[in-house]
């Protein structure tokens, strides 16, 4: 039972990103060569767009008197500078839906907990204070059980 209360953040964060690198979909918008797919937990202001973020984690326990079950929020956010006069948000609805489409699949792994849910809970495109950024927000919540 040592894992009985674990919070499985970092284990969650890897298989996240592990679905969204390995969406050609995804990809193929954000790839800055073979080894920078575009995906990251954090960045800087020089960081090339355009590019996924994976935020923070919050959860909260859903336990009973038999098992321990946590939800575990991500967000992802995903960012794109439109460089020219056409694609306006149309970049960013894409990397948005691509990156649900990653996420929806029920096949994670995670070592000492089952994944028994995912769910998105909602997402939006909002233009940024930069000019000509657009930032688009998508939820994820994760029914986790340690095991």
């Given amino acids: 039972m040592t894992n009985?209360?674990?919070l499985?953040?970092?284990?969650?964060?890897?298989?996240?990103?592990?679905?969204?690198?390995?969406y050609?979909?995804?990809?193929?918008?954000?790839?800055?060569d073979e080894w920078d797919l575009g995906v990251y937990d954090?960045?800087?202001?020089n960081t090339p767009y355009p590019y996924v973020t994976i935020s923070e984690p919050y959860s909260s326990p859903n336990d009973t008197k038999t098992n321990n079950v946590e939800t575990i929020t991500f967000t992802i956010h995903t960012w794109w500078k439109d460089n020219d006069d056409y694609s306006g948000k149309r970049i960013t609805y894409e990397m948005l839906s691509a990156c649900q489409r990653a996420l929806m699949t029920r096949s994670y792994v995670i070592?000492?907990?089952?994944?028994?849910?995912?769910e998105r809970?909602?997402?939006r495109v909002i233009d940024d204070n930069m000019p000509g950024v657009k930032?688009?927000?998508?939820?994820?919540?994760?029914?986790?059980?340690?095991?």
């Fill in 4 to 6: 009985y209360y674990a």
């Fill in 8 to 22: 499985p953040y970092f284990e969650l964060q890897k298989a996240i990103f592990q679905k969204l690198t390995a």
């Fill in 24 to 32: 050609e979909a995804l990809t193929a918008i954000t790839r800055k």
């Fill in 42 to 45: 954090a960045v800087d202001e």
């Fill in 111 to 118: 070592p000492n907990a089952s994944v028994l849910r995912v």
């Fill in 121 to 123: 809970r909602d997402s």
């Fill in 135 to 147: 930032h688009g927000i998508l939820t994820m919540q994760y029914i986790i059980q340690n095991i």
